[in-house]
């Protein structure tokens, strides 16, 4: 049994992937054995070096595929040897430390302020429990732009209705105080008469 089969067999078996990332990792793998041979005449794991990674890093970029395609075909390459490593196959992981293509972030998806404002003013929401916890929901997150995680951390004693202020617990557990907006008092009160 070939060590591409030994790695996917640990794959399928131990790691219990499913059965889409398997066939992937095994297209990655083969397309990587395919051009080691092509370039060295045959592949052998202990005759890989990061040298020849870094050729393949720069045909399949020539192939016009996507940063995030290179990453994830390299990414196939380190777990395999990483593999090899924890069987005392091979001594280093020749695919480690590379520099690889840098993946565009996407800009994020956003409401137009007419949209939202035609969700929350033009009787979207019930007005029963749910509808109103949405409700206030849209509200805070829209009227404070806190984040999720912080939203869900709240509490009735995180509000001070008297002055429009809530205490957020952020990231690194950094306590905020934010002001929000007025409006947001009456929907509290409903959505805590409402949860009571």
């Known amino acids: 049994m070939s060590y591409q089969e030994l790695f996917v067999n640990y794959l399928k078996y131990e790691k219990r992937f499913s059965s889409h990332t398997v066939v992937a990792y095994n297209n990655d793998l083969g397309q990587f054995v395919q051009f080691c041979t092509k370039m060295v005449g045959e592949f052998n ?23 995030r395609s290179v990453n994830r075909k390299v990414t196939t390459v380190k777990s395999f040897y990483k593999f090899l490593m924890k069987e005392q196959i091979v001594e ?25 404002h035609h969700l929350l003013d033009d009787g979207f929401f019930a007005d029963d429990f749910c509808g109103v916890r949405d409700k206030l929901i849209i509200d805070l997150l829209y009227g404070t732009g806190i984040r999720l ?25 950094k306590e905020r105080i934010i002001p929000y907006p007025k409006n947001i008092n ?9 949860r009571n």
């Open 45 to 67: 794991v202990n005759r890989v070096d990061a040298k020849l990674v870094r050729h393949w890093i720069v045909s399949l970029m020539e192939q016009e595929l996507s940063p």
């Open 92 to 116: 280093n992981n020749p695919a480690i430390n590379l520099p690889l293509p840098k993946i565009r972030k996407k800009l994020p998806n956003f409401v137009g302020e007419n949209n939202l």
């Open 149 to 173: 995680s912080e939203l869900l951390m709240l509490k009735d004693s995180d509000f001070n209705t008297n002055e429009f202020l809530i205490k957020v617990l952020g990231k690194r557990n």
């Open 186 to 194: 009456n929907l509290l009160e409903h959505y805590v008469k409402l």
